[in-house]
C-alpha cells in the first residue's frame, strides 16, 4: 500500500432507477462518463514540476459507486525514495479538482446524477479489482454522511489541500529565474500550457512574470472547496464541512444555471428525506454559485499573458 488521495462516490437516486431511465441509455451514459473522466481528469495532472513523480489514476465504477485513486507511479519509490509532504498535499489538490469534475459530468449528463461522497487521504491499494486499506475504510465509513449531494473532505485531507495552496502561493513569490526555470521543467515534462507561455512575445520580461505571478495566484484563489460549511448530515445537526465546489468545471453562468436546474429536476420526490436533501443541496449550491461567480469575475483581466 502507498499513501495517496481517494474519492469515494455514489449517485443518489440510483435504487430503482432502472424502473424510472431506459437501462440501455443510463448504460451508455455511464460508460461516456468514464471515458470522458478519464480523458479529463488523467492527463491533466500526469506530471508537474511539483509532484515526486508521475501520477497514478485509478478510476474504477461498480454499479452506483465511483472511486478515483490518486498515488505516485510504483517506480517514482525505487531505491527507497519516498515523497515528502508538499508533494503528497498535492496528491489531494489534484484529487479535490477531480472530484468537482466527477460531479459537474455525473449532474450535467444525459440521465442527471447527484454525486454524494467523500474525499481522504491514507494508505491503500488500488491494483484491477482490489481496493483495499485505511482510506478505503475511512472514505466508506463517512461517504453517506452527507444529507444532500454533498462531496466533502475529510478534515486530514482538507489541511493537506490547503498545505497545498500556500505552498503553491510560496513558490510564486520565488525569483524570476526560479519561476522561469519551473516553466522550462515543466515544459520539458510535456505540460503544454508551459510550452506555450514561452512563445510570448514578453517571455522573461518582468511584466510577463508580474502578469504570470498575478495570473497563478488568481487560478489559485479558485474556491475548489466551500470551507467551512455547516454540512447538514443524516443523524441530524450539521458538521462545519470542505464541500466540493461542484462548479469548478463549469464555463460560464449559463453552465452554472443549468447545473443547478438538472439538480432541482433530479431531486424530486413525495419523501420528507428527498425534501430535506433537496432543500439541503439547493442551499449549498447558491453559497457555490457566489463564490464561482466571484472568483470567474477576478478572471479576464487585460492583464493576462496573451501569446
Same mark, same amino acid.
Given at each position: 500500500?502507498?499513501?495517496?488521495?481517494?474519492?469515494?462516490?455514489?449517485?443518489?437516486?440510483?435504487?430503482?432507477?432502472?424502473? !424510472?431511465?431506459?437501462?440501455?441509455?443510463?448504460?451508455?451514459?455511464?460508460?461516456?462518463?468514464?471515458?470522458?473522466? *478519464?480523458?479529463?481528469?488523467?492527463?491533466?495532472?500526469? !506530471?508537474?514540476?511539483?509532484?515526486?513523480?508521475?501520477?497514478?489514476?485509478?478510476?474504477?465504477?461498480?454499479?452506483?459507486?465511483?472511486?478515483?485513486?490518486?498515488?505516485?507511479?510504483?517506480?517514482?519509490?525505487?531505491?527507497?525514495?519516498?515523497?515528502?509532504?508538499?508533494?503528497?498535499?498535492?496528491?489531494?489538490?489534484?484529487?479535490?479538482?477531480? +472530484?468537482?469534475?466527477? +460531479?459537474?459530468?455525473?449532474?450535467?449528463?444525459?440521465?442527471?446524477?447527484?454525486?454524494?461522497?467523500?474525499?481522504?487521504?491514507?494508505?491503500?491499494?488500488?491494483?484491477?479489482?482490489?481496493?483495499?486499506?485505511? *482510506?478505503?475504510?475511512?472514505?466508506?465509513?463517512?461517504?453517506?454522511?452527507?444529507?444532500?449531494?454533498?462531496?466533502?473532505?475529510?478534515?486530514? +485531507?482538507?489541511?493537506?489541500?490547503?498545505?497545498?495552496?500556500?505552498?503553491?502561493?510560496?513558490?510564486?513569490?520565488?525569483?524570476?529565474?526560479?519561476?522561469?526555470?519551473?516553466?522550462?521543467?515543466?515544459?520539458?515534462?510535456?505540460?503544454?500550457?508551459?510550452?506555450?507561455?514561452?512563445?510570448?512575445?514578453?517571455?522573461?520580461?518582468?511584466?510577463? $512574470?508580474?502578469?504570470?505571478?498575478?495570473?497563478?495566484?488568481?487560478?489559485? +484563489?479558485?474556491?475548489? $472547496?466551500?470551507?467551512?460549511?455547516?454540512?447538514?448530515?443524516?443523524?441530524?445537526?450539521?458538521?462545519? *464541512?470542505?464541500?466540493?465546489?461542484?462548479?469548478?468545471?463549469?464555463?460560464?453562468?449559463?453552465?452554472?444555471? !443549468?447545473?443547478?436546474?438538472?439538480?432541482?429536476?433530479?431531486?424530486?420526490?413525495? !419523501?420528507?428525506?428527498?425534501?430535506?436533501?433537496?432543500?439541503?443541496?439547493?442551499?449549498?449550491?447558491?453559497?457555490?454559485?457566489?463564490?464561482?461567480?466571484?472568483?470567474?469575475?477576478?478572471?479576464?483581466?487585460?492583464?493576462?499573458?496573451?501569446?
Amino acid at each position: 500500500m502507498k499513501e495517496g488521495a481517494l474519492v469515494l462516490v455514489d449517485c443518489l437516486g440510483f435504487r430503482g432507477i432502472w424502473n !424510472r431511465v431506459d437501462p440501455e441509455t443510463l448504460i451508455s451514459n455511464l460508460q461516456s462518463i468514464e471515458k470522458r473522466a *478519464a480523458s479529463l481528469v488523467m492527463p491533466k495532472y500526469s !506530471r508537474s514540476m511539483l509532484s515526486f513523480g508521475h501520477v497514478r489514476f485509478h478510476l474504477r465504477f461498480l454499479s452506483d459507486t465511483v472511486a478515483l485513486s490518486i498515488q505516485y507511479e510504483a517506480d517514482a519509490y525505487e531505491n527507497g525514495a519516498q515523497p515528502n509532504e508538499r508533494q503528497k498535499d498535492l496528491l489531494v489538490a489534484i484529487a479535490c479538482d477531480s +472530484a468537482g469534475v466527477l +460531479a459537474n459530468l455525473f449532474i450535467d449528463s444525459e440521465t442527471p446524477l447527484p454525486l454524494r461522497g467523500c474525499i481522504s487521504f491514507g494508505r491503500h491499494l488500488c491494483e484491477s479489482n482490489f481496493l483495499v486499506g485505511p *482510506a478505503v475504510d475511512q472514505a466508506a465509513e463517512y461517504m453517506n454522511e452527507p444529507d444532500g449531494a454533498f462531496i466533502w473532505v475529510l478534515p486530514r +485531507a482538507v489541511g493537506r489541500y490547503k498545505n497545498s495552496v500556500e505552498q503553491s502561493l510560496k513558490l510564486i513569490d520565488q525569483p524570476k529565474e526560479t519561476l522561469l526555470a519551473g516553466l522550462a521543467i515543466a515544459a520539458h515534462q510535456g505540460v503544454d500550457e508551459s510550452a506555450k507561455l514561452f512563445d510570448h512575445p514578453d517571455a522573461g520580461s518582468d511584466i510577463f $512574470i508580474d502578469s504570470l505571478r498575478m495570473v497563478f495566484a488568481k487560478v489559485l +484563489a479558485r474556491p475548489t $472547496i466551500i470551507e467551512p460549511y455547516p454540512m447538514p448530515i443524516k443523524s441530524g445537526g450539521t458538521v462545519d *464541512a470542505g464541500i466540493i465546489n461542484p462548479f469548478i468545471s463549469a464555463e460560464d453562468d449559463k453552465a452554472r444555471k !443549468r447545473i443547478i436546474v438538472r439538480y432541482e429536476e433530479f431531486l424530486q420526490g413525495d !419523501r420528507i428525506d428527498i425534501w430535506k436533501k433537496r432543500q439541503n443541496t439547493l442551499k449549498f449550491l447558491a453559497v457555490a454559485e457566489k463564490a464561482e461567480a466571484g472568483f470567474r469575475a477576478t478572471l479576464g483581466s487585460p492583464h493576462h499573458l496573451r501569446p
